[in-house]
């Protein structure tokens, strides 16, 4: 039987509870030390891939996110809660709008380089009716990745094969995750999860919306990577590899192992003949795969043409959608 996603459930009224530490202890001290910084400097290669859920793929779906390449670079997803449809109301212009303010805002001097702030300001300037869950991740030249979230978006460091960091999200209960809304009863810049790892040269990061991570285990996530010539074939592989577990009723997906795990589950009668909750859930899935990579900063007069040259993303990283085209925002 597959599992019925029960994601549409809007935010009940905002509790005022501390915000939740990371699990995970910090990474080991970056290789971009400040002693280095001057000569060397962290920068991000970023993939990505949007699938629309099956029912939604000629409007887009209700995904949205952000790349820019300036910097250390910076990337944002943004999941519209569906269920605002019930109420005539389009789920994905909230988070449309909550992106295309987080490209505007980036480089505010409020903001200074801190995602919590560029959630602050993105989402007092959207005026859209929804809600959505979003993360933002911004790379210091240190080295630094700094991290806000707001529900159940998600963000996973790989380096040397293993899964070292990973966000946790964020809930009212099963199915209903914090989110940032245009109601008074939704989450603001100050429930965010907020958190920094210490990044080396080399260390992959994979980023993406619970359409992605209710579908994929860490292992597969893994075994994609290490398969995978860069980083734009790496986000469309995993996104690949979603979607087909989404759709099939026979996968033991996470999404189904957790809902099991809550008290969701088949009528009993169905248990005697062997039956369980089980299958992939169908949803938006937004893969965003970065590559941390070290670049050269000499003293000399040459530091603008060197920079110029080791910037792969440039000032506003081409981003894709399910065609991938040419964008700093997409939906």
Not at 48 to 72: C, M, Q, S, Y
Request: hydrophobic share 40%; aromatic share 6%; glycine share 8%.
């Amino acid at each position: 039987m597959a599992a019925s996603s029960t994601a549409t459930r809007l935010s009940p009224p905002r509790l005022h509870a501390p915000t939740t530490p990371s699990p995970h202890l910090p990474l080991r001290r970056s290789r971009f030390s400040p002693l280095r910084a001057a000569k060397l400097e962290a920068v991000l290669s970023i993939g990505t891939h949007l699938i629309p859920h099956p029912r939604k793929a000629e409007t887009g779906g209700e995904d949205a996110f952000f790349v820019n390449g300036d910097d250390g670079g910076v990337f944002a997803v943004a999941d519209g809660v569906s269920g605002w449809a019930e109420k005539d109301v389009n789920p994905a212009l909230f988070s449309r709008e909550l992106m295309a303010h987080t490209s505007t805002f980036l480089k505010d001097d409020e903001v200074n380089h801190d995602p919590q702030l560029l959630l602050m300001k993105a989402h007092a300037a959207t005026t859209s009716v929804g809600s959505a869950t979003v993360i933002i991740a911004m790379l210091e030249k240190t080295g630094i990745l700094k991290i806000a979230s707001v529900g159940d978006c998600g963000l996973k460091v790989i380096r040397k094969g293993q899964v070292m960091f990973s966000t946790c999200p964020q809930e009212h209960y099963f199915d209903c995750p914090y989110q940032l809304s245009s109601e008074a009863i939704g989450q603001t810049y100050l429930d965010a999860l907020v958190c920094t790892v210490n990044l080396m040269e080399g260390d992959m990061i994979v980023s993406g919306s619970d359409g992605f991570f209710d579908n994929i285990f860490d292992q597969e996530i893994v075994s994609v990577i290490s398969e995978s010539p860069g980083v734009d074939e790496a986000a469309k592989a995993l996104a690949e590899l979603a979607r087909k577990h989404s759709v099939d009723v026979t996968f033991d997906s996470p999404y189904s192992m957790e809902a099991r795990s809550r008290g969701f589950d088949v009528p009993s009668w169905k248990k005697f003949i062997g039956g369980k909750l089980i299958g992939g859930k169908m949803d938006d899935i937004t893969v965003i795969v970065a590559q941390v990579k070290a670049v050269m900063i000499p003293d000399d007069e040459g530091v603008d043409e060197e920079k110029g040259q080791g910037d792969e993303q440039g000032s506003a990283v081409a981003v894709a959608s399910s065609e991938q085209k040419e964008d700093s925002i997409t939906t």
